[in-house]
């Protein structure tokens, strides 16, 4: 097939299917392609974005990170709380401190994982109770409101640079970041280098456990901000926040083309797949579909996003065993 | 080559088994893991005196007999390299169709084989995905998970199903008799356990989920059929989860679009704290039985001493960790030490 040759580049074609999902939507329903209500997606969609980049550089080496959302909300609730203890923190300090918390348990994952060998997805399933527990334990079950929380504290996502929501300027910025990060710097091709095929690398003098520890690290202080933004945004903390949101943060990688056996993945595919879901999400409520629809739709499109990804992975050559092909291609996990 | 050399044949001799050796029984997972269990009945009967009960300790085990018997096929598909985090899912969708047929008047036997069957569909086509497709499955039950949940929350919004036959209520909360108060479910899952036990480590079927997941393309040269097991395994787990989906429908005796939330994970919790190897390969029975034990006790025995619920879910995250860490550590310790 000769079409354009954006298609033929996977994520030329999804940004093509999103957008042509934004317009079908702005058929039913004109006002969700209003820059206002496309604006408001692209904000409701920044926290996505950032955790789905800290996701995927994790997914690159091979790993998983099931505890970045519970990450999230304990980090959210400190913050929280130390704003509540302390009102006169100024806001970077803030920010710094949720940065800085975040990191450390993301460390603590890492440390784990990278330094005592115990499977990545063992790890954080054992991580993500503790911390989901811990929110439990330091508030005492509490809910905070905005009530609260002091109102510079509540303020920052309500900012705008430019006319430019401060929240999406954030996640531009992460993202920019990410971009170089994984493109033009040594661990970055690094982390490619381990997931793509961690014996080569280790040749290569690459140290997965220095790259298991780092990815960890990162995750988990992007997990830390989002976690201030989440509840400074929402104006709520408590136990369940963000509760299951680490497997919508997956199925936005999957639905972006990273491919879960590692090495495989981009900025521009992991945003596009985050992007997917974000107008999933918000354009149910306009053209009148029940919210209780979105599940069912995420899952569907997972499942044909891994298929289309599958298809397009196979590469050429000479097939000598189909069957040991077909597992190949399957089978393993983590 | 020829054995008629002596010196040779020595050469060449393979031992088939490890000599036994008490350091080797000590250093085994489930001696470790009895004496977790010994460890956890001493501390609960200390902390509460109401733990060492018969009839408490039957009915806590009510609270995990679904998962154990989830737990029983997990095992089995971590042990050849898959997992399936659909089945929480999977039990939301199966109890759902048994909640519509209840309220249009279908009896206990239908209800049940409906159950049983939405289970075993899941399953297929959760199976057919990972292999026809040749798909990895982690992904797949992802989607999936959202799919079968997706289709309960679209069916029943925020509306829950409660109308159910007394005889069906009957087996969630059913005991084996009058004269032996213990709960169906978990005799149940000791029978399930000890059927699992026989067919993975007794019967040639058992060998080949451990080749598979050992080596999956030497599997399949050995003539293995991998995906033709795979898939049914994936059927298996399916059907597990249709049963847990009965008895957990018929404990509650209701059906909310939000029921065994989470329980994928606390199930995988249970297989790898019983040893078996996230990697594949290597595990057994006992072992997951013992573990299922432990986590269910703990859980009891900090339940009587008012401890919430969210509090026991760190102490298992934890045990989780240092269990699986403890001896990865010891064991780099000794090499080290070699």
Known sequence: VNALPILRHRDGALALIVLGLILAIGLRAPVFVTPASLVGVLTDTSFLFML??????????????????????????????????????????????????????????????????????????????????????????????????????????????????????????VSLCFWALLGY??????????????????????????????????????????????????????????????????????????????????????????????VVVNALPVINVSPFWQMLISGAVILAAVVVNARSEKRGGKLILRKARIFAGGGAQT | MSLSNPAQAQRYEVADRPPRRLANFLLRWE??????????VV??????????????????????????????????????????????????????????????????????????????????????????????????????????????????????????PASFQAIGQGYVSDKLPVPISFVLFLALAAVFGVVLHRTTIGRRLFAIGSNPTAALFSGVPVDFIRFWLFVLMGLMAGLAAVLLTSRIGSTRPNIALGFELEVVTMVVLG???????SGGILGVTLAVLVLGLTTFG?????????????????????????????KRFLRGQA
């Open chain 2, 302 to 330: 900090l339940s009587l001493i008012n401890v919430p619920g969210i509090v026991i879910s760190i102490l298992n995250g934890a045990l989780l960790i240092v269990s699986i860490g403890a001896p990865a550590l010891v």
């Open chain 2, 43 to 164: 501390v609960n009967a200390r902390l509460s005196p109401f733990f060492l009960d018969f009839y408490n300790l039957s009915d806590a085990t009510f609270n995990f007999s679904e998962k154990a018997i989830l737990a029983l096929a997990m095992a089995l598909l971590i042990i050849v390299r898959d997992i399936d985090l659909s089945i929480a899912a999977i039990i939301a969708l199966a109890s759902l169709a048994m909640g519509l047929a209840s309220q249009a008047g279908a009896p206990t036997p239908a209800l049940i084989l409906l159950g049983l069957a939405v289970g075993v569909l899941c399953g297929a086509f959760n199976g057919a995905l990972v292999t026809y497709f040749a798909l990895p499955s982690i992904v797949v039950t992802i989607g999936t998970m959202s799919m079968f949940r997706g289709i309960a929350q679209v069916v029943l919004g925020d509306q829950a199903l409660t109308k159910y």
């Open chain 1, 52 to 173: 789905t980049l800290a996701q995927m550089a994790v997914i690159l080496t091979r790993g998983i990170d099931l505890s970045v959302a519970a990450n999230l909300a304990l980090v959210g609730m400190i913050t929280a709380l130390v704003s509540r203890a302390h009102p006169d923190l100024p806001i970077p300090a803030i920010i710094a401190l949720a940065a800085a918390l975040g990191a450390l348990l993301g460390a603590l994952n890492g440390a784990l994982i990278a330094f005592i060998g115990i499977p990545p997805i063992v790890v954080t399933l054992g991580t993500l109770s503790i911390y989901r527990g811990a929110i439990f334990l330091i508030a005492g079950g509490a809910w905070l409101t905005s009530k609260d929380m002091n109102p510079a504290f509540l303020a920052l996502p309500k900012l705008s640079i430019l006319g430019v929501p401060i929240l999406i300027v954030i996640a531009a910025l």
């Open chain 2, 275 to 281: 040893g078996v190897s996230i990697a594949g390969g």
């Open chain 2, 31 to 40: 001696t470790i893991l009895v004496l977790l269990l010994v460890a956890v």
């Open chain 1, 185 to 278: 710097s040594r661990i970055g091709r690094g982390l490619y280098a381990v997931g793509g095929n961690p014996a080569a690398a280790r040749y290569c003098g690459i140290d997965l456990g220095a790259q298991q520890f780092f990815v960890h690290t990162l995750a988990g202080a992007i997990s830390g901000l989002c976690g201030y933004l989440w509840v400074s945004r929402y104006g709520i903390a408590y136990t369940d926040i963000a509760q299951g949101y680490e497997l919508t943060i997956i199925a936005a990688c999957v639905i972006g083309g990273v491919s879960i056996a590692g090495g495989v993945g981009s900025v521009q595919g992991a945003l596009l797949g985050a992007m997917f879901l974000g």
